[in-house]
């Protein structure tokens, strides 16, 4: 408990320096922010208006701590290309994004975990050799070419599966479409993070059945199958779970290309539909969520892993 | 160089080889692939920026455009390789620049330590708060879009994974005694930097840059395929993939091919880094990463000569173990050992480090990890049934049920996450079935019979929540579990305090007199030895050298080597150690052709460097391996 306190509370000075990076990087952007709104044949004067309007006039500090305030709040100002309060978008674009990424992030974890105990187990077999190249190509593969390859194949030629959105246009809705919908892009999502979390968890593995309590377990006459499930994995588990934390990043942040290959209405396109247009408050408001979301997840895995190993104490 | 041990090392080389292989072909395709980009404007290729309505999505084969052409009918192999120019020119510079700022922050942190080590390190930690492509997106955000952009975005992010292996690396040596002999000679700290730190953290740079440099090719083609990177009319294999998006069903090769190139020269890196990781990181270069097998590989060269066991509990017959890994010389760490227990009785087996007594013990049982232990020969007998000749369940019966093992560390010989009482119950109910709360109370009883004090709260802690004396009272219990005939206990006190050392010694030769328990102790302490076992071998290099009852060996010693340990033992009431036996054992890999003991023996003449030296026998109970003994048969 004490040390659920203490990681909660050191939680919170990473999201303000977070929130800094993010304020000082796109407040001060080259180009103005007013022009960009009211477009190269703007007056001085409008200019000037807008950026009062915008608090753009006040001292650097100030208006980071006003910003601040305000996304304390709740408000992340109006992006002004949708013309709609930002949080309202990017909630609704970042429940997309989770949905999918949360698939992703199960699948991954579970096959990375199957194939890194195969391996280890059958260290230098024909499958460990097979699976450890698979891996390979797996951390290798561009994820926006696997899901144009992933589309050809299971929509395009089969016609097995939808190609794109979340849900069908036309009498869509409900879970059975969700799930129609999910499966190409949480497949092309996960293949990457399947490929790291199977090989850490080989290594990790192979480093824990050398050590002695492994053989202690054997020399007790403890079966194989519960050395390796049992007492190896438990252990090599409290170094794969920060891993799989780390994971949750590069998925997050991985979903941007599937979602922009399979049309998925998430917060990963609106980004970059929003970097395009220059709708700056867009930018900061999705980056920030999406930030203090996974600095969040990882405090989870955190408490799991200790809660896993009851050598951290505090 | 025989078959047999060709064999052993068989998995390990081929593993090696395969990987090498594999770092070998990714070698190859990329250089073909680099040389072919940097020899781009020399080739015969049409202007890849040329554009041909006319022609405008031709086929892969087409006349003209091996590889088609695109909607706005440029040839795509020339796009290609122009293409993959781009793509690996903005992938190494930014690795290079995330090398280079990383390995700068990483060494500053890492040398100057303290407030700067703490200031950089925050800051690094900040970055690595975002997501990794967000904050790329966040920066090409800021920076606004352009392949420049998008690599400097790609560079930054990465730059918290060298800085942070940099660091470690670098604060690891920078109190070694050759930077603080630099610092003292007045030397400057940038050129100790340049001179000391950067050649020694330079191979976790390399290992870094090896990591990377595929991502980062692939994040910066992923940047353009977002239209973030590269803007037309320049095109690197991202932005193509993603220009022949919008065609994939009309004309799919137009983005499956710059795709499947940026596949090639990622996978081709990756498998190359693993090659340049397995070579420049010492542990996974001795293969020491290989997985223990359930028993050790057992390869008698002798398996048709059979002993006729006798009455004896536990009789060892010409044991043989060896080491082999690929690319080591082979260790011949027990060179056919002879022992006999019976039932009831204790056997202390003593020698220095490295004699192969703690191997020997391990063999028996079939316990020696292997890879890279191999059972090259001998017998062991438990009640006259070959062990070393029995299948793994039958082994694994016999494990922990009839022989039980106490080990050296107990910390390292549990479970470092399971409670004492689980590890108990676990080790009673995996030889007798029994619901779990019997196995539990069984347990407790265990705990009170080793004198574990408050054992019931004991049991609910785990091992790092004991002190050592207690863990290795678990450990004895863990091994009296299933009322075993034999316990082989190696070293159970040497890793613990004097006084705790002397309890434990007590609690074990109670145990052993309550339930009529035969013991091998393994040691290296006279002393301790004289306190528990009736009879004593001496091993030395991989052999017994003398045998015999306790107390006529210590009052009498054959053997100058025991003579030696004896005179090395620390008095039992005080008085100091005695100099040790001087000079060092030989090694397991260049054992001498006669006495193994010859170069360190006052009593050496040249018949005992000349050949092997039998074991003989000195009186009814008693051997020795030695041509001039110190007492004479
Ligand atoms: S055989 Fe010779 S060298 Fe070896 S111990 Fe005996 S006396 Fe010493």
């Known amino acids: ?314 | 160089m025989s078959g047999a041990r060709f064999a052993a090392s068989f998995a390990a080389l081929g593993a090696l080889l395969l990987r090498h292989r594999l770092a070998g072909l990714g070698a190859l395709v990329l250089l073909v692939v680099a040389a072919l980009a940097a020899a781009a404007p020399l080739l015969p290729l049409p202007n890849p920026d040329l554009t041909d309505l006319a022609n405008r999505l031709q086929r892969p084969g087409a006349p003209g455009h091996p590889l088609g052409t695109d909607h706005l009918g440029r040839d795509l192999l020339a796009r290609l390789v122009w293409g993959t120019r781009l793509s690996l020119a903005v992938g190494v510079f930014a690795s290079l620049i995330a090398a280079l700022a990383g390995s700068c922050i990483g060494i500053a942190a890492g040398f100057f330590g303290g407030r700067t080590d703490n200031l950089l390190m925050r800051g690094i930690d900040m970055l690595m708060a975002f997501p990794y492509i967000l904050l790329a997106l966040a920066i090409v955000a800021a920076l606004g879009p352009g392949l420049l952009n998008a690599l400097y975005a790609v560079a930054i992010v990465n730059i918290p994974f060298f800085a942070r292996s940099v660091r470690g690396a670098t604060a690891a040596i920078a109190h070694r005694e050759f930077v603080d002999a630099a610092r003292l000679a007045g030397m400057r700290n940038w050129r100790i930097i340049g001179g000391e730190i950067l050649p020694n953290v330079a191979p976790v740079i390399t290992i870094a840059m090896s990591t990377t440099i595929g991502w980062m090719i692939l994040e910066t083609a992923g940047l353009s395929f977002l239209g973030l990177g590269s803007q037309p009319p320049q095109a690197d294999l991202g932005s193509m993939l993603g220009e022949g998006r919008n065609l994939l069903i009309n004309a799919p090769h137009v983005s499956v091919v710059p795709g499947a190139m940026i596949f090639v020269v990622v996978v081709s890196i990756n498998l190359l880094g693993d090659g340049v990781r397995d070579w420049l990181d010492p542990r996974l270069r001795a293969g020491q990463l290989s997985r223990p097998a359930a028993v050790t590989r057992i390869e008698r060269a002798d398996a048709g000569a059979a002993h006729r066991p006798d009455g004896a509990l536990l009789q060892v017959r010409g044991l043989r173990t060896r080491f082999v890994s690929a690319g080591a010389r082979t260790q011949y760490a027990v060179n056919g050992v002879d022992l006999t227990v019976d039932a009831g009785q204790c056997l202390g087996l003593i020698g220095e480090s490295g004699s192969g007594k703690s191997v020997t013990a391990l063999s028996l049982l079939g316990l020696a990890p292997s890879p890279p232990a191999v059972i090259g020969g001998g017998r062991v007998y438990l009640a006259g049934e070959d062990l070393l000749a029995a299948d793994f369940e039958r082994l694994r019966a016999i494990r922990g049920r009839r022989v039980a093992y106490i080990f050296q560390n107990p910390m390292a010989a549990l479970h470092p996450l399971m409670t004492v009482g689980a590890q108990l119950t676990e080790a009673i109910r995996c030889h007798r079935r029994m619901p779990r709360q019997a196995a539990l109370d069984e347990a407790l009883g265990l705990l009170r019979q080793v004198r574990m004090p408050g054992a019931a709260a004991r049991a609910r802690q785990y091992p790092h929540e004991l002190s050592g004396g207690m863990r290795q009272r678990v450990g004895i219990a863990l091994a009296l579990a299933n009322a075993p005939e034999l316990v082989i206990a190696d070293e159970p006190t040497t890793a613990l305090d004097v006084t705790v050392q002397a309890q434990i010694l007590q609690l074990l030769a109670q145990l052993r007199r309550e339930r009529n328990l035969a013991l091998i102790f393994v040691t290296h302490d006279f002393a301790v030895l004289s306190q528990l076992c009736d009879r004593v071998a001496v091993m030395y290099a991989g052999r017994i050298v003398e045998s015999g009852p306790t107390h006529d060996i210590l009052a009498r010693p054959a053997h100058p080597y025991t003579a030696g340990l004896i005179r090395c033992a620390p008095r039992l009431g005080g008085g100091r150690r005695p100099a040790a036996i001087p000079g060092l054992p030989p090694a397991a890999d260049r054992l001498p052709r006669g006495c193994a003991f010859a170069p360190r023996c006052a009593r050496r003449r040249e018949a005992c460097e000349a050949g092997k030296v039998a074991s003989t026998r000195l009186s009814a109970a008693r051997r020795v391996r030695c041509l001039y003994p110190l007492e004479a048969a």
Not at chain 1, 228 to 250: D, E, W
């Open chain 1, 1 to 314: 408990m004490r040390y659920c306190l203490k990681r909660l509370m050191a939680v919170v000075p990473v999201l303000l320096g977070l929130t800094v990076i993010v304020f000082s990087m796109l407040a001060f952007l080259p180009g103005d922010p007013a022009t960009a709104i009211l477009g190269p044949y703007a007056t001085p004067d409008n200019v000037e208006r807008l950026n009062r309007q915008l608090g753009l006039d006040k001292p650097p500090a100030q208006q980071y701590l006003i910003w601040l305030g305000n996304i304390l709040q709740g408000d992340f100002g109006r992006s002004y290309s949708l013309n709609r309060p930002v949080l309202d978008e990017v909630l609704e674009r970042f429940s997309a994004t989770l949905v999918l990424a949360g698939a992703a992030l199960l699948l991954c974890t579970l096959w990375g975990i199957l194939i890194g105990v195969r391996c280890a187990v059958a260290q230098y077999g024909w499958s460990d050799r097979l699976l450890t190249l698979a891996a390979v190509a797996g951390i290798s593969v561009p994820s926006f070419w696997l899901g144009l390859l992933a589309i050809l194949a299971f929509s395009v030629h089969l016609r097995w599966l939808p190609a794109s959105g979340m849900f069908a246009v036309y009498g869509g809705g409900g879970a059975a479409d969700l799930v129609r919908h999910l499966i190409l892009p949480a497949l092309t999502l996960s293949v990457v993070a399947t490929g790291v979390i199977a090989r850490l968890t080989r290594s990790a593995m192979l480093e824990v059945l050398r050590q002695d309590f492994v053989c202690a377990a054997r020399a007790r006459g403890i079966g194989e199958r519960r050395v390796i499930y049992r007492h190896a994995f438990k252990a090599a588990l409290v170094t794969i779970i920060p891993v799989i934390g780390v994971q949750a990043g590069f998925v997050l942040g991985g979903a941007v290309y599937v979602e922009t290959v399979f049309q998925w209405p998430g917060v990963g396109r609106m980004l970059v539909q929003a970097i395009s247009t220059r709708d700056i408050q867009l930018v900061q408001g999705g980056v920030v969520v999406v930030a203090a979301s996974y600095v969040l997840f990882n405090l989870l895995a955190d408490l799991a892993q200790h809660a896993l190993d009851p050598k951290i104490k505090t």
